[in-house]
């Protein structure tokens, strides 16, 4: 099993520019969520998503946009890239049961720097 | 109030030192409760789940205190290994919040 995969890990935009992170999993997990951490700082919840079709805003998601139409995959669209979303981007996945969510599982991250 | 806060450090300890770190969280209705281990530069990675009964898995230790919205870790005969950021993460349903992290450094 592959887990968490997301790509790419490396990326350079120009201000104004466009991209889509991928993230894709394997896990069967119902629970996505997409996080940054900027250097010395903790992680921030972008966006998350409890399933197929259901997305919402966490605690830092103005410059971006999500869409989860399967289960595996849960892209993170930046739109009009700017200084300011230089950072490592994190998607994570999560089990859940009808009593509990577990732990979190963590892609390798997505370095971007926007010049 | 932060939702979760720990002691950035960095704390500096030898090999085979003991050493505790605690975080603090404001909501009470969070429901569960971890600790997870960044390297470098890399993911987070689950190092264990936190119980109120507490819980031990090797040379760590964590515990849980609800009443006092309080989550510990203690770490027993450092290794240079055990150099790495260690987070407190605590969870609504939907929802995980981390603490910013706190930085141990093993020296020989």
């Known amino acids: 099993n592959a887990g968490v995969t997301q790509t790419p890990k490396f990326r350079i935009l120009k201000i104004g520019q466009s991209m889509t992170l991928q993230c894709t999993q394997d896990?069967?997990?119902?629970?996505m969520y997409w996080y940054r951490q900027d250097p010395g700082m903790g992680l921030k919840l972008i966006y998350y998503?409890?399933?197929?079709?259901?997305?919402d805003k966490g605690e830092v998601p103005n410059g971006y946009n999500v869409s989860r139409s399967t289960t595996e995959d849960f892209p993170l669209r930046l739109e009009l890239a700017a200084p300011s979303q230089t950072s490592v981007y994190f998607c994570a996945t999560r089990p859940t049961t009808t009593w509990r969510a577990g732990e979190a599982f963590f892609g390798q991250g997505t370095r971007l720097t926007v010049v | 109030r932060k939702e979760v806060e720990q002691d950035p450090g960095p704390f500096n300890v030898p090999e085979g030192a003991t050493v505790a770190f605690n975080c603090t969280y404001s909501?009470?209705?969070?429901?569960?409760f971890f600790w997870y281990r960044q390297d470098c530069r890399k993911e987070p990675k689950l190092l264990m789940s936190?119980?109120?009964s507490g819980n031990e898995d090797g040379r760590f230790t964590a515990q849980l205190n609800r009443a006092s919205q309080y989550i510990s870790l203690l770490i027993r005969d450092s290794k240079l290994s055990d150099s790495a950021t260690y987070l407190c993460v605590v969870g609504g349903y939907s929802t995980l919040t981390f603490g910013k992290g706190t930085m141990l450094l093993v020296s020989p």
């Open positions: 896990m069967n997990h119902n629970y």
């Open positions: 936190v119980y109120s």
């Open positions: 909501n009470s209705a969070s429901q569960s």
């Open positions: 998503s409890v399933g197929a079709g259901i997305t």
